[in-house]
């Protein structure tokens, strides 16, 4: 079973399963609010490459819930579980 993973944001979700999350957020940064510059800067302000599971992306993923995106992910193992970030200032706005 292949990991499901989707920004939604109102009516809008991308599906995400064939691809990483943050990968589509560099490749679209202007979906989330973001210049390619600051998404660029982000990556090597934390010393990573561009597209890296790290410490910038954790960064950009949180800013991009301030933007009223909520990431949703469906990991298989270990075990399986749904995972739903979104910020909870937002809350009433989603």
């Known amino acids: 079973m292949q990991a499901q993973g989707y920004w939604v944001k109102g009516n809008r979700v991308i599906d995400l399963t064939c691809r990483s999350q943050i990968g589509y957020l560099y490749d679209h940064p202007k979906d989330f609010g973001f210049s390619r510059l600051e998404v660029e800067e982000t990556f090597q302000r934390h010393r990573e490459r561009p597209g890296k599971e790290g ?4 960064e950009l993923i949180k800013r991009a819930t301030t933007q009223c995106w909520i990431r949703v ?13 979104f910020d909870s200032k937002n809350e009433g706005r989603l």
């Not at 410490?55 to 954790?58: I, L």
């Not at 992910?73 to 970030?85: A, K, L, N």
């Open 55 to 58: 410490t910038a992306r954790e």
């Open 73 to 85: 992910r469906c990991y298989v193992r270990p075990g399986h579980y749904w995972s739903i970030q």
